[in-house]
């Protein structure tokens, strides 16, 4: 046999055991000081009542005969896609049954929508990036070509028509910038997209920490995009699922004439089995009103804490942007430190750990991520040390 060799062409990513390892080393020499953790891009809040008691009822239904499920549809149980339906039309998008398809994640599909595309297209992405995208493509041995997402552009970039692409990967509000497109920006990636026939890869994760009704949730808002994009989502940060796991992608059937829509079908259908009967049962009440209701109030507890991480960077004239439709807050590391040398001075001086810019490619050097998903109380703590330090 013949290994694929594209393997050895994959970035080792040292950023979370570099990360990791500095942090233990600092433990073990200073043993009496309190760390606070804000690099973390997980949740951290439980899954909502509502969830909990549709996972064990829908457990008790699988231990009685009459109720027992099997396999179940690899593409979902209606039950839940036509809540995604209804959800997407409170947001004025309208999509068929059978353009939503269940999944057990977004980065899974992600990777895997890849299948559906020939290894000869080019792929655009943006700098800083999710290091999914990357890896995944530089696993199938495709050309990868980067676009400058910087603080000229805010890190939005825009279309270029000097360059050829085919598969193009935008995600808004973005990981890790917190960066989000508006409806004229996110249009121009459309009119591009369909004008040099690419497929844009939407990745709308993070869709559901938008409060200002102006800014796009889905790539959908935006005239001529159900020809030219897929998105992606999930109910990892909007219902804390990024153990429990649930998410869905959309394959409109106007996108090159069906022929994606009914691709995604057969590979689903022949390589995937489907997201657990109880799983979808527990996504399903995340969309009734309680299960919106409470997961809300966990939205705004993180964006609370974005506030307050946000407020004490402004006070101090530390550039930053994202926080408010994001739980990350991307700044700009003091007084011309590199990213590693920034961390090391937060982790030394005030025991916070964050994430150094640099490790989501080449522009986020010289910048950080924070995150809002840690607690109250080590949020707090974490600005009075940020407030006494930088003043
Ligand atoms: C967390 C995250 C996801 C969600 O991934 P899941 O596999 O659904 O947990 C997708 N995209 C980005 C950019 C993320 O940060």
Redesign the pocket.
């Known amino acids: 046999m013949n290994i694929n060799t594209n393997y050895q062409n994959i970035s080792d990513s040292y950023l979370f055991s570099t990360i990791a390892k500095k942090v233990a080393e600092f433990s073990a020499k200073n043993p009496d000081k309190k760390i606070i953790k804000l690099g973390i ?2 949740v951290t809040l439980p899954l909502c009542k509502v969830v909990v008691k549709a996972l064990k009822d829908a457990s008790d239904e699988m231990g009685v005969k009459e109720t027992f499920r099997g396999y179940g549809p690899e593409q979902g149980y209606e039950f839940l896609k036509s809540k995604i339906q209804a959800y997407y039309k409170s947001n004025g998008t309208n999509l068929d049954n059978d353009e939503i398809f269940i ?8 990777g895997n929508i890849l299948d559906l595309f020939s290894t000869n297209n080019t792929v655009l992405v943006p700098d800083p ?2 290091p ?1 995208y990357v890896d995944t493509n530089t696993m199938a041995g495709r050309k990868i070509i980067y676009i400058d997402a910087n603080a000229d552009n805010n890190f939005l970039p825009m279309p270029d028509e000097n360059i050829k692409a085919d598969i193009i990967y935008i ?1 808004s509000p ?3 910038t917190g960066a989000v497109y508006n409806k004229d920006q996110l249009k121009k990636w459309v009119d591009y997209a369909n004008k040099n026939k690419a497929v844009i890869l939407f ?1 709308s ?2 869709e559901c920490f938008i409060t200002d009704e102006t800014l796009p949730r889905s790539i959908y808002e935006i005239e001529g995009a159900k020809t030219c994009a897929i998105e ?6 909007m219902a804390g ?2 153990g429990t ?3 869905w992608t959309v394959v409109p059937k106007a996108l090159a004439d069906g022929v994606l829509n009914k691709m995604w079908l057969r590979r689903q259908t022949t390589k995937f089995n489907g997201v657990p009967y109880i799983v979808q049962r527990g996504a399903e009440a995340v969309f009734t009103s309680d299960g919106q209701k409470e997961i809300q109030e966990n939205l705004n507890y993180y964006k609370e804490n974005a506030k307050l991480i946000s407020e004490v960077l402004k006070k101090h004239n530390i550039w930053h942007i994202g926080g408010k439709h994001s739980p990350y807050i991307w700044l700009k590391c003091p007084n011309n430190m590199t990213s590693w040398e920034f961390f090391d001075y937060l982790l030394e001086n005030i025991q916070i750990v964050g994430t150094p810019g640099s490790g989501f490619g080449k522009n986020g050097e010289g910048y950080f991520r924070l995150t809002s998903f840690g607690s109250r109380e080590n949020t707090q703590q974490a600005v009075e040390r940020l407030d006494k330090f930088l003043g």
Not at 103 to 110: I, N
């Open positions: 891009g997980d999944s057990d994640g977004a980065k899974s599909d992600l990036v999710y999914v995600c973005n990981n890790p990745d994760a993070y992606f989502c999930s109910l990892s940060k699922f990024t796991r649930c998410g």
